[in-house]
């Protein structure tokens, strides 16, 4: 997920290189509005959730608000790169090698790039699957929940400003800690929501730790595992320490199984984690899987 999002990034700088060089390129003003169309078109394509779907929607005021809100954030982009170009390339005294639908066609080629990395329905299915998921853990809904819920998210804060390199050991103790003062589900619940947002490297492994914990898996409701798992950067040292302690964890209940990743998604996992420090522990943790998986099927 983290390496398409980098992928996505570098196809989304096209679409801005466009207009820096066609400014850079000394060509004229009516260049903008060409621009201004592909950037729109790229929100068309890249976030259409933000758009009416239906025609009859589009007879609505909000639809055109909308719209007139994006073009004109659209608009200063382009002129401010535009311009930005031109700057430079008079400072310069620049005279460009290229014609002038070469920055266009630099431009255009971001949006089919960006949506051959990026399926925006996917993603957002799967944010709100998430979402779902964690909510799920513990109801924030009831009002006593929502009260501990609150409790165990203040617990978990001092685990932000603990530094990268703090060991797994020291994490644990500071989980064992706050276990007194707070239910697993909630806790389990508040470190989820960290790493759905920008949780540091102590908090995921408080997560990962939480998580894969043989008893809390069992107790808490959930698929733990898995959505740790989706939650976790492609950083091989996480995902190592995530599958050893899985793989220990797997064969001490019957139940950890049915909520644990499927070895398909390990197997795409590993496919990402080849010749680093995740490769072993991947493998491990695959024939640990399989080798808990229920006679039939089933947990």
């Keep these: ?63 055109w608000a909308t719209l007139f809100s994006n073009a004109a954030i659209q ?16 400072a310069l005294g620049f005279v460009p090698p290229y014609g002038e639908m070469l920055p266009v066609a630099i431009s255009f080629l971001s949006i089919p790039l960006a949506r051959m990395i990026w399926d925006p329905w996917k993603a957002n299915e799967i944010n709100n699957f998430l979402d779902h998921a964690i909510d799920q853990i513990a109801h924030p809904d009831n009002p006593v929940e929502a009260s501990e819920l609150r409790t165990a998210r203040r617990m978990i804060a001092p685990l932000a400003d603990l530094p990268d390199d703090t060991s797994p050991e020291v994490v644990a103790q500071h989980l064992t ?3 007194a003062h ?39 409701s959930g698929d733990g595992p898995t959505l740790a798992l989706q939650l976790l950067p492609e950083d091989p ?16 209940d019957p139940e950890i ?10 197997q795409t996992w590993l496919t990402n984690f080849v010749s680093t420090a995740a490769e072993l522990p991947l493998l491990a943790l695959i024939a640990a899987t399989n080798a808990a998986q229920p006679e039939d099927g089933l947990a």
């Design 1 to 63: 997920m983290h390496n398409r999002l980098r992928w996505l990034m570098g196809a989304t700088a096209l679409l801005y290189i466009g207009p820096l060089m066609a400014g850079l390129g000394g060509y004229g003003w009516p260049l903008v509005p060409v621009f201004l169309v592909l950037f729109l078109l790229w929100q068309f394509i890249l976030r259409p959730q933000n758009w009416p779907r239906q025609f009859h929607d589009w007879t609505q005021y909000q639809a």
């Design 75 to 90: 608009l200063l982009f382009v002129a401010l790169l535009f311009g930005v170009g031109r700057g430079i390339g008079g």
């Design 177 to 179: 800690a706050l276990s």
């Design 182 to 220: 707070a239910e697993p589900a909630h806790i389990r619940t508040a470190l989820l929501e960290r790493a759905r947002a920008d949780a540091g490297r102590a908090e995921l492994i408080a997560m990962i730790l939480h998580c894969t914990d043989p008893d809390l898996v069992v107790r808490v």
């Design 237 to 252: 040292d996480l995902v190592a320490i995530y599958a050893a302690r899985l793989a220990q964890a797997m064969p001490q």
């Design 257 to 266: 199984w049915g909520k644990s990743p499927s070895v398909d998604l390990l």
